[in-house]
C-alpha cells in the first residue's frame, strides 16, 4: 500500500526545485516589467504585446522539450537505461531544428505586428523589442534540452541554481541597459530585450558543462551525434512533444488573442492585462512545478507497472495543485490595490488591474487542476485526447465567450478575462476526468 503523505513528499521533493526555478523565469519577467514600466503605460503595452507573441511560439517549442521527461523516467521505469543517451541525441537535436523553424514563425509575426490593429505608438516600440527577443529562442531550447533530459531523472536542482544565477544577470543588464548606467547606452525597452539574449546564453552554457561533467551522465555516453537515426525514438518524441506543444499553444493562443482584443480597448487597459496576468503567472508556476512532478513519478510508475501508486500520484497532485491555488486566491482579494501598484504608478492601470486580480482568483483554481492534469496525463503519454479538450476548452468555449462579454456585451477587460475563466474551468474538469478515465481499468 502506498502512503499519501510519503506520495506527497515525493511530488514535493520533486516539484519545489521546479517551482522555484519556474518562479525565476518569472522573476525575470517581472523586473522587466517594472523596470520598463518606469518608462511609461506605452513601453510597457509595447512589451506586454510583443511578449505575448514570442510566448505564443515559444511554447510550442517548450511542449516539444516536455517530452524528454517522461520519456526518461519511463525508461528508468523499465530497467532500459541504454535508450537515455539515444533520447538525448535525437531529442536535442529535434528541440534545434524545432527552434530554427519556430524562428521563422516569429519573422513572421514580427513583420505581422502592424496589421493587428493596435496603437500605432505601442507598434513602434513593440516591432524591434520583438525581434530582439526571438534570437533568444536558440539558447532557450538550448537550455530546455538538458534540463528537461535530466529531469527525468528526477535531477531537478541544477536548472533551478542556472536560473537563480540568471536573474541576477538580468537584473544588472536591465540596469545597465534601459536606463543607460555605469556608462551603457540607454536603450529603452530594447535594454531588456539586449538582457534577455545574453542572460539566456549564459543558462544554456552553464547547463551544458553542469550536465556533461556530471559523473552520473558518463554511464549514458551523452553526445550530440547521433550514432543511428532511431524511428520509433523520433515519433515518440515528436508525437508527445507536439502534442503537449500544441496543448500550450491552444491556452497560450486563447490569451494571446485575448490581449489583441484588449489592445482594441487602449493601453491602459493592456497595460492593467499585462500586470494581472504576470501576477496569475506567478501562483500558476507551483501548479507547473507539481506538474512536472507528477509526469516524472506517473511515468516512472507506468514503466514500472505500478498502477495503485499511479493513481494515488495523480489523484493526489490534482488535490495539490487545487489547494495551493486556492491559497493564492486569497492574496489576490487580499493584496488586489497594493500589488498592482508595485509596477507602474498610473492610477488608472491600477484600478483596472485589482479588478481583473478578483477575477483571477476565481479561475485560480480551475488553471492548477488543469495544469497537473495535462501534467499527469503525459506521463502516461496520453497527448492526443488532452490536446482535443483544450482546443475545444480555449477556442471554443474562452474565446467566443471573452467576445461576447466583453466585447460585444461592453463588460470591456473585465468581461474579457470572465470568458477565459468559462475556458479554465471546462479545461479542469475534462482533463481530470480523462485521467480517471485511463486509470479506471488498471
Not at 518569472?26 to 520598463?36: C, E, L, Q, T
Not at 519556430?102 to 505586428?113: N, Q
Not at 487580499?334 to 498610473?346: I, S
Not at 468555449?397 to 462579454?405: D, H, S, T
Amino acid at each position: 500500500m502506498h502512503s499519501t503523505n510519503k506520495i506527497i513528499r515525493e511530488i514535493y521533493t520533486l516539484a519545489w526545485p521546479v517551482i522555484i526555478g519556474q518562479l525565476g523565469h518569472i522573476a525575470m519577467a517581472v523586473v522587466d516589467n517594472v523596470m520598463v514600466g518606469q518608462l511609461g503605460a506605452e513601453d510597457l503595452a509595447a512589451v506586454a504585446l510583443a511578449n505575448t507573441l514570442f510566448v505564443l511560439v515559444m511554447v510550442i517549442g517548450l511542449g516539444v522539450t516536455f517530452a524528454l521527461s517522461p520519456l526518461v523516467s519511463m525508461a528508468l521505469g523499465s530497467k532500459d537505461r541504454e535508450i537515455c543517451g539515444s533520447l538525448f541525441s535525437h531529442g536535442f537535436w529535434i528541440n534545434m531544428i524545432v527552434a530554427v523553424l519556430l524562428f521563422g514563425v516569429l519573422l513572421i509575426l514580427f513583420w505581422s505586428i502592424s496589421y493587428l490593429d493596435q496603437p500605432v505608438e505601442v507598434v513602434l516600440k513593440a516591432k524591434p523589442y520583438m525581434l530582439l527577443i526571438s534570437f533568444s529562442l536558440f539558447p532557450l531550447m538550448f537550455f530546455q534540452s538538458f534540463k528537461q533530459f535530466i529531469e527525468g531523472f528526477g535531477i531537478m536542482r541544477p536548472a533551478m541554481i542556472i536560473t537563480l544565477l540568471a536573474n541576477v544577470i538580468n537584473y544588472f543588464g536591465n540596469k545597465a541597459l534601459i536606463f543607460g548606467n555605469w556608462g551603457f547606452p540607454a536603450l529603452g525597452i530594447n535594454g531588456a530585450g539586449v538582457s534577455t539574449i545574453i542572460t539566456r546564453i549564459f543558462m544554456a552554457l552553464f547547463i551544458a558543462v553542469f550536465v556533461l561533467k556530471m559523473k552520473q551522465m558518463k554511464r549514458y555516453n551523452l553526445s550530440f551525434v547521433i550514432k543511428r537515426l532511431d524511428r520509433e525514438i523520433t515519433l515518440k518524441i515528436l508525437k508527445i512533444g507536439f502534442g503537449s506543444g500544441f496543448q500550450y499553444l491552444f491556452e497560450v493562443g486563447c490569451f494571446t488573442y485575448a490581449l489583441v482584443m484588449i489592445g482594441w480597448l487602449g493601453a491602459i487597459p493592456m497595460a492593467a492585462h499585462q500586470i494581472a496576468i504576470n501576477l496569475a503567472s506567478i501562483s500558476y508556476m507551483i501548479a507547473i512545478g507539481i506538474s512536472a512532478a507528477v509526469a516524472i513519478l506517473i511515468g516512472r510508475s507506468y514503466g514500472e507497472k505500478k498502477w495503485q501508486k499511479l493513481k494515488i500520484i495523480g489523484n493526489t497532485a490534482v488535490v495539490l495543485g487545487g489547494s495551493n491555488m486556492a491559497l493564492f486566491s486569497i492574496i489576490f482579494v487580499l493584496g488586489k490595490d497594493y500589488l498592482p501598484a508595485l509596477y507602474t504608478p498610473d492610477t488608472a492601470v491600477i484600478s483596472l488591474a485589482a479588478q481583473l486580480l478578483i477575477i483571477a482568483a476565481f479561475f485560480q483554481v480551475f488553471d492548477g487542476v488543469q495544469a497537473v492534469g495535462i501534467g499527469a496525463l503525459r506521463g502516461m503519454a496520453d497527448v492526443k485526447i488532452p490536446t482535443v479538450i483544450t482546443f475545444i476548452a480555449y477556442w471554443i468555449i474562452a474565446l467566443p465567450a471573452a467576445y461576447f462579454i466583453g466585447i460585444s456585451g461592453g463588460y470591456g477587460t473585465v468581461g474579457i478575462w470572465i470568458g477565459l475563466s468559462l475556458g479554465l474551468g471546462f479545461a479542469a474538469v475534462l482533463l481530470f476526468y480523462r485521467f480517471r478515465y485511463l486509470t479506471a481499468s488498471l
